[in-house]
């Protein structure tokens, strides 16, 4: 049982209520959770060079029924949420988290909230100069398990690539983004 094992971990212990002190409950552990601020504050340093103003270009294969395309854009990323996120920055302004270090489980986030969704992790983190999330996502109304591969290729460049896995457990290309900072 998940509350079990956040006691028997040294996550949570009991100590008193917020709304009622005189209320024993179940709080996070002062020892386990003093230093999960600084680590996410670290970790999101790996991803700070993102926040600024990109073009892209989107490259999709030919498919059975589809033409090979190349959309192209501009996209905005910002640190926002006291720097505990990555949001994309909407034309308007609004902002939409997208990318987080989770200290407790110590792994990156990737949050789709529009026309997609789904919570994608990556366990592993940055690998050199590479990040690979995945999880379980709604695509436009298709449920799929998705991989995408991020390549960090210079303060002023990076790329994505997306891919479904199989039936059978293999990955299939789905497309390609390349991201170049704007001067």
């Not at 990109?54 to 949420?81: I, M």
């Not at 940055?126 to 991989?147: H, K, P, Q, Y």
């Not at 210079?154 to 299939?172: I, K, L, P, Y």
């Amino acid at each position: 049982m998940l509350i079990d094992e956040l006691f028997a971990r040294g996550v949570m212990t009991m100590g008193a209520s917020r709304s009622d002190p005189a209320r024993q409950v179940g709080v996070f552990h002062p020892d386990y959770v003093s230093a999960l601020p600084a680590l996410r504050a670290a970790e999101m340093e790996k991803f700070r060079w993102l926040a600024g103003e990109w073009n892209y270009e989107n490259e999709v294969p030919a498919g059975r029924r589809s033409p090979a395309y190349t959309d192209v854009g501009c996209s905005k990323f910002s640190l926002c949420d006291k720097n505990n996120w990555i949001c994309s920055v909407a034309p308007d302004g609004r902002q939409s988290p997208q990318i987080t270090f989770d200290p407790f489980s110590r792994q990156w986030i990737y949050l789709l909230i529009e026309g997609s969704y789904g919570i994608l992790r990556s366990a592993d983190g940055w690998i050199a100069d590479t990040v690979v999330f995945s999880g379980l996502m709604t695509m436009v109304g298709i449920n799929c398990e998705w991989r995408m591969t991020w390549t960090k290729k210079g303060s002023d460049q990076f790329s994505f690539v997306n891919e479904e896995a199989t039936r059978d457990g293999t990955w299939n290309y789905i497309d390609q983004w390349r991201f170049q900072r704007k001067p």
